[in-house]
């Protein structure tokens, strides 16, 4: 490994080894005293990665010294054109290569490529703190009825390039931290469930590119129980760039859409969203008032009013959250980011409307579940 990779590997294990500050963890089970660590459930950690080389050697690394005694590694390269393969190639773990068949079809060859009774599912963008994987065994064995574990962001980013993934990563922390407990959706950035829950649910649904977390998740709840812990924590890389994060903002709300819309199968929360309904009604509000004060100037300044005050009333514990971690300098620019967010969403859950009424095929958009398709796969 090149002598600047390991200095930054080093520099961020260090980082990703602290506390949360202002982390108030949810009740779980306890690990069990005086288990001998060769009689735990082997652990099969699938990283799917496509492009990644930036951060998937913090990833490794991290999984490498997990607390958990019995880990096994796969890392499945989804068509890297970097020298990602390389840098899995300096680690112990199994590389299984494929074309760029998307992350549900990587996560799957995962999971075949596996031997563990527990998947680990993690992103190739976060490096774990050590006692996540314990974390996350020790609550799926404290409760048969569960059948997915999520985790949840650290508040810093794994590799800091400014104030836009700055805010992207609080925001992540503080709507997972938010929905903590039992969730309708399966995060799969982070997240662990038993192999034979796997079975049961079937294959994530390679048809889908965005959003397959969600599906997931809602046709998984009906059969266990799906828990958001954020006591299980990874520091992510997220995206640093405006135009990219509203991009795929509304890329990934217009299809939702249609599986919180379809009656024929089962549906997520609305409470488990990232942006809340009474934010993004505040935000319509904003710009329909704004529109209207051309004619009506008093009628539209009172519906901005109302809908700013909607907007800060449902999203004060994520404005509090910036004032107290990024200070309130940074405040104002992104309270204005996390409005143009709520905006974006909004948008996208028009246009998805209109969608669901013209478009038969997008109202089946979500109706394909385990529907896998094996990618090509190669050492």
């Known amino acids: 490994m090149n002598p600047a990779t390991e200095h930054a590997i080093d520099r961020v294990a260090e980082q990703v080894g602290e506390p949360p500050t202002g982390h108030t963890p949810a009740p779980v089970g306890e690990p069990r005293p005086g288990t001998d660590p060769a009689e735990r459930p082997l652990v099969s950690v699938i990283i799917p990665n496509h492009n990644y080389a930036r951060t998937l050697p913090l990833c490794l690394r991290a999984v ?6 019995r880990v096994e590694i796969v890392v499945v390269d989804d068509g890297s054109t970097d020298n990602s393969p390389r840098i899995a190639e300096e680690f112990p773990c199994t590389l299984v290569r494929t074309s760029n068949a998307g992350v549900s079809a990587a996560r799957n060859t995962g999971v075949r490529h596996s031997k563990g009774s527990i998947l680990f599912f993690l992103d190739s963008d976060i490096a774990l703190r050590p006692d996540a994987v314990e974390r996350a065994v020790d609550l799926l064995e404290s409760d048969p009825d569960i059948g997915f574990v999520c985790g949840n962001y650290d508040d810093v980013p794994l590799i800091d390039d400014g104030w836009v993934e700055r805010y992207k990563v609080l925001h992540g ?6 929905t903590a407990g039992d969730v309708r959706a399966a995060y799969f950035s982070i997240g662990a469930m038993p192999r034979e829950t796997y079975e049961r649910a079937g294959p994530l649904d390679e048809t889908l590119r965005d959003t397959e977390d969600v599906e997931y998740g809602a046709r998984l709840a009906p059969l266990a129980r799906v828990v958001l812990d954020p006591r299980i924590v990874g520091r992510h890389d997220d995206d640093d760039r405006l135009g990219v994060l509203l991009r795929k903002q509304y890329r990934r709300s217009v299809p939702l859409v249609a ?24 935000t319509a509000l904003i710009g329909a008032g704004l529109l209207g004060a051309a004619r009506r ?43 143009m967010t709520h905006v974006t969403t909004g948008a996208a859950a028009l246009v998805g409307v209109g969608r669901w009424a013209l478009s ?6 979500y109706r394909n579940p385990g529907a896998a398709s094996p990618a090509g796969e190669g050492r």
């Not at 490498?64 to 005694?69: I, N, T």
């Not at 599986?259 to 009474?278: I, N, V």
């Not at 300044?301 to 959250?321: D, S, Y």
């Open 173 to 178: 922390h503080h709507w997972r931290r938010r």
């Open 64 to 69: 490498a010294e997990q607390s958990y005694p």
């Open 259 to 282: 599986l919180f819309a379809d009656r024929e199968r089962a549906r997520p929360g609305l409470s488990d969203t990232a942006h809340q309904p009474l934010a993004v009604t505040g």
């Open 360 to 365: 038969p095929a997008f109202r089946r958009r």
């Open 297 to 339: 100037p008093r009628a539209g300044a009172a519906v901005a009013g109302v809908g700013l005050g909607l907007f800060t009333v449902a999203e004060r514990g994520m404005l509090r959250l910036i004032r107290d971690r990024a200070g309130t300098r940074a405040l104002p620019a992104m309270a204005a980011l996390h409005l």
